[in-house]
T-cell receptor
Framework: ELKVEQNPLFLSMQEGKNYTIYCNYSTTSDRLYWYRQDPGKSLESLFVLLSNGAVKQEGRLMASLDTKARLSTLHITAAVHDLSATYFCAVDFQTQGGSEKLVFGKGTKLTVNP | ETGVTQSPTHLIKTRGQQVTLRCSSQSGHNTVSWYQQALGQGPQFIFQYYREEENGRGNFPPRFSGLQFPNYSSELNVNALELDDSALYLC???????????????FGPGTRLTVL
């Protein structure tokens, strides 16, 4: 069964600092997602990474995927308070029945302090 | 283009009761997946519906059941509610059960279920 591990689970950082969230997964997958979730809200898609070496950037966030290492990173540059949220990585997993499901990590709760 | 919608937004039930949650898929999408997100956890896959049939299921007991209608909307039914069923229930729609290429699942706003 596919397992997805994120670390750290909690991250408190100061505005202006840089940090990286890591996402490891246990079996082969060609697709990895990063989502943002604000308290009480649904999931907002940030990035879809489709292949080995994929790198995507949006504003202060940059995500990368290494399928050989089964590792994705979400790098935060010069953090601002508005980035405070919980960030999830999720990996596509094809079930025996032929459907695809997303397997999520436990999430990283990011707090950016002034 | 209409996004994924869910109803109701919030729901309070007592143990032993039954509940039905509803999801309308995004325009053009024919596949609906349901996820349960307990407080402080990542979402967990419940099941997927494609062509009005269950097409894959996670580790959830049979008291979690669903339907998909010809217009691709879907229902999640939970019988004999337990306290641990309290969670945010998310549905996601996609075009087909295989999210290859740029096809991805788009999530609705969720239904917050509280079981007392």
């Amino acid at each position: 069964e596919l397992k997805v591990e994120q670390n750290p689970l909690f991250l408190s950082m100061q505005e202006g600092k840089n940090y990286t969230i890591y996402c490891n997964y246990s079996t082969t997958s060609d697709r990895l997602y990063w989502y943002r979730q604000d308290p009480g809200k649904s999931l907002e898609s940030l990035f879809v990474l489709l292949s080995n070496g994929a790198v995507k950037q949006e504003g202060r966030l940059m995500a990368s995927l290494d399928t050989k290492a089964r590792l994705s990173t979400l790098h935060i540059t010069a953090a601002v308070h508005d980035l405070s949220a919980t960030y999830f990585c999720a990996v596509d997993f094809q079930t025996q029945g032929g459907s695809e499901k997303l397997v999520f990590g436990k999430g990283t709760k990011l707090t950016v302090n002034p | 283009e209409t996004g994924v919608t869910q109803s109701p937004t919030h729901l309070i039930k007592t143990r032993g009761q039954q509940v039905t949650l509803r999801c309308s898929s995004q325009s053009g999408h024919n596949t609906v997946s349901w996820y349960q997100q307990a407080l402080g956890q990542g979402p967990q896959f419940i099941f997927q519906y494609y062509r009005e049939e269950e097409n894959g299921r996670g580790n959830f007991p049979p008291r979690f059941s669903g339907l998909q209608f010809p217009n691709y909307s879907s229902e999640l039914n939970v019988n004999a509610l337990e306290l641990d069923d309290s969670a945010l229930y998310l549905c996601a729609s996609s075009f087909g059960p295989y999210t290859g290429g740029d096809n991805e699942q788009f999530f609705g706003p969720g239904t917050r279920l509280t079981v007392l």
